[in-house]
């Protein structure tokens, strides 16, 4: 299960490993254009928020970790649907991504 970190003070998402990859493009890709965007998930049960959004901005700290060494396989079929996704609603929705609750 890998780590998405976001500012370098907030708990770590947990994304699987494949998925994490794909995001990692198309997050990438946004920030590359210069082009900021919400990103939305649900956090694990216990914690304070039940749904959290964050404003993802080239000059915000971002940490993508894997558990795995070897990088995964890229589908760029997924890339664009995820990129097609995010670029209709301007939120970069985890829900259906994340790792187990």
């Known amino acids: 299960m890998g780590r998405l970190r976001y500012d370098g003070h907030s708990d770590p998402i947990l994304i699987e490993d494949a998925t994490l990859a794909h995001l990692k493009i198309v997050i990438a890709t946004k920030l590359r254009r210069q082009e900021s965007f919400m990103m939305t998930w649900q956090p694990p049960e216990g914690g304070i928020d039940r749904r959290a959004s964050v404003w993802i901005h080239p000059a915000i700290p971002l940490q993508f970790g894997f558990d ?34």
């Not at 070897?70 to 609603?89: F, G, K, S």
């Open 68 to 101: 795995e060494a070897e990088p995964p396989a890229v589908d760029p079929q997924r890339i664009q649907e995820i990129m097609q996704a995010l670029n209709a609603t301007g939120d970069l929705q985890l829900d259906h991504l994340t790792g187990p609750r």
